[in-house]
């Protein structure tokens, strides 16, 4: 059992998605996505400059905004039959007004084989490399999701925090053992608050926000050390 442990710059709802009862990890962060196992722990903290939904600017570079234990690993095509089947509220929808609908991350449609038609989503073809490099869908029924009120970790549980770019993979089992005792105060399969970028989503969306959306998901797997 690991720990993955990362910044997460950008909390919109989609890399994490922690909607509709299960969290899944299914966009971004590739090497995560391609390294990690059922039993592992993904931990998203807080960047120096997080701005959250009232506009201000905080620093929750010591928080945790999400973490999941993976229970189910399914590559993306796997991924899309089975949200086809049984999980439709992750594949995007943007004809409803409801933001979460529009944050699905079941973005890849593979009806017509291995070569995935991308739907309307908070991706764009520039992001189907680094999306499609990840290879599966890392899926959590045991998760803690706290968006903008991201909890502060313990002294103790800092030293799992990565500090920079990239991801910090943790194989002290008595430095896992610490963090899943102390994440388990916490109510399970929650969300305690919205994503940090909610209010960006939460309105008619414009095709200059998707682009920035789209950039800025780019930029941040850049900074990973990805060999596709």
């Not at 995007?92 to 991308?118: A, E, V």
């Not at 899943?180 to 939460?202: G, L, T």
């Amino acid at each position: 059992m690991n720990i993955y442990s990362y910044v997460l710059r950008f909390d919109d709802g989609a890399a994490p998605n922690p909607f509709w009862g299960l969290c899944t990890l299914t966009i971004c962060k590739p090497a995560i996505r391609r390294s990690a196992d059922i039993g592992d722990w993904v931990v998203g903290t807080g960047s120096k400059n997080s701005k959250c939904n009232d506009g201000e600017y905080y620093d929750l570079s010591d928080c945790v905004v999400f973490a999941m234990k993976i229970s189910d690993k399914k590559t993306l095509q796997e991924y899309d039959s089975f949200c086809k089947t049984s999980l439709k509220k992750k594949i995007p929808n943007w004809k409803t007004t409801d933001w979460r609908h529009r944050m699905g991350d079941c973005i890849y449609d593979y009806s017509n084989g291995l070569n995935p038609k991308l739907r309307k989503s908070v991706h764009k073809e520039e992001n189907r490399n680094r999306d499609l490099c990840g290879l599966n869908s890392l899926i959590s029924n045991e998760f803690y999701y706290f968006g903008e009120d991201a909890r502060p970790l313990p002294i103790d549980l800092k030293l799992i925090i990565k500090r920079n770019q990239g991801h910090r993979k943790i194989e002290n089992p008595d430095l896992v053992l610490k963090f899943e005792n102390w994440i388990k105060e916490f109510e399970m399969n929650r969300i305690y608050a919205a994503p940090q970028m909610r209010s960006v989503f939460d309105k008619r969306l414009t095709k200059e926000v998707i682009s920035t959306c789209a950039k800025r998901h780019f930029d941040e797997d850049e900074t990973e050390e990805t060999i596709c």
